[in-house]
């Protein structure tokens, strides 16, 4: 169905041509050059001088900048900073994650090094219940025992159907 506002048949005149002048600049490559101007191509914003103290003329003299590290002295401190995550990381774990050190220990096979282990790691679990740091582990173990066993309320008047 059509309407009167929209024509089936395509209208009779040629579509207007383009203007032959752009509104918008030439683009790079485009157009002709750049109007001259007054600015300078050599000109670099640090050759500028910059006006400084007395005082601070005699530190830059007294105390000359560092030169910027290189490849050795960046490989270095990364290294540092990973070794320092890994030993956070590691004690983080080793304090809120207990139960995980003692199921390994009570998966190796008999013997003197994997009962010392286990004996150890059932101290440390003592010692870190008395900090209270087992209590994040199992408030999150509560949750998802509570959340897996809830079940929807019986409405009234209808029965309750087998689990």
């Not at 990973?82 to 774990?93: E, M």
């Not at 209590?135 to 209808?158: I, N, S």
């Amino acid at each position: 169905m059509s309407t009167p506002d929209d024509p089936s048949e395509p209208p009779l005149a040629p579509f207007p041509a383009a203007p032959s002048v752009s509104p918008f600049p030439p683009l790079d490559g485009e157009g002709g050059a750049d109007p001259p101007t007054d600015w300078n191509s050599g000109a670099d914003a640090h050759d500028l001088p910059i006006r400084q103290g007395r005082l601070a003329a005699l530190r830059r003299l007294a105390f000359p900048p560092d030169e910027p590290p290189g490849e050795a002295e960046l490989a270095a401190r990364d290294l540092r900073w990973t070794g320092r995550v890994i030993v956070v990381a590691t004690l983080v774990l080793a304090a809120f994650n207990v139960a995980a050190v003692q199921n390994w220990a009570r998966q190796q096979a008999p013997g003197w090094g994997p009962v010392t282990v286990r004996e150890l790691a059932d101290v440390w679990a003592a010692r870190m219940a008395l900090l209270g740091a087992d209590q994040p582990r199992q408030g999150l173990r509560e949750a998802y025992r509570g959340f897996r066993e809830a079940r929807f309320p019986v409405q009234d008047g209808e029965t309750q159907g087998r689990d």
